[in-house]
């Protein structure tokens, strides 16, 4: 019977458009919440007014609890006129009649996207902003010397100094992805048909809503082995980029 639980889920098309939607929901979110992060750093790195406020501004959420966060945004993306985003949108003029923010896949992981940015781009805004500290102010002295300009300055100083913060978030943010319970459950429910089912998702679906506890044990092993193929690639990626850095 075990083995013909991994034979079920590998054959099921349910659980692979899970793993597919996980994926393409990785690929978008961690590049988006790691420039966003990377642009608040940069801009918090400077004499700006109200720096520290700002900082708690944008780090707090990480530390907030799912319940509290995601009932605050599922009012805000709530389908009636009142609700914060249509009410907004409705009065600016840009929405002739309040719409349900999660009837089409595309708006719901729209919604779903923009909240995990939100929720945990602190965390990253914190490590990179104690990175850019830790560079030495005369580098950036010497390229003003050389006539390097911003962008030239950023992608041969900043993120060289930078390198092993950004692989450490990326791994941290991977683990994060394809951990996805939380926004789905509270959002969509894994809808609209099944578009924004995750892995976590449907393996609570298989396991506490169907029962099929043997079934949900398999999808738990394939969950560990995506997730370990991504750390050992990273990993991999990672030592390869230290050994150049060091020749």
């Known amino acids: 019977m075990g083995l013909q639980n991994y034979i079920r889920i590998w ?34 790195n400077q004499k700006v007014y109200g ?106 100083i900043t993120l060289p100094w930078m390198r092993n913060v950004l692989f450490f978030d990326v791994v941290r943010q991977v683990l994060l992805v394809f951990g996805l319970f939380d926004q789905v459950y509270f959002f969509t429910g894994g809808g609209p048909a099944g578009s924004t089912r995750t892995m976590v998702y449907y393996l609570y679906l298989v396991g506490f809503t169907r029962q099929e506890l043997g079934q949900a044990a398999a999808i738990s092993w394939y969950i560990f082995a995506i997730v370990l193929i991504f750390a050992l690639l990273q990993l991999i990626l990672l030592t390869r980029t230290v050994r150049s850095a060091e020749e």
């Open 11 to 44: 054959t099921d098309d349910r659980f692979w458009l899970a793993v597919k939607n996980t994926v393409i929901f990785a690929i978008i979110s961690i590049p988006l919440t790691m420039a966003v992060a990377m642009i608040i750093a940069l801009i918090l």
């Open 51 to 156: 720096k520290l406020w700002l900082l708690v501004a944008f780090v707090s959420p990480t530390f907030f609890g799912s319940v509290g966060i995601l009932t605050t945004w599922k009012w805000i993306y709530a389908s009636y006129p009142t609700g914060l985003a249509n009410y907004a949108l409705l009065k600016l003029g840009f929405l002739k009649e309040a719409i349900s923010w999660f009837e089409t896949p595309t708006r719901a992981w729209a919604c779903i996207i923009i909240t995990t940015v939100w929720w945990i781009v602190g965390f990253s805004v914190l490590l990179y902003l104690g990175a850019l500290q830790r560079i030495p102010p005369e580098q950036y002295e010497a390229a003003k010397v050389d006539g390097a300009g911003p962008w030239k300055t950023f992608w041969n």
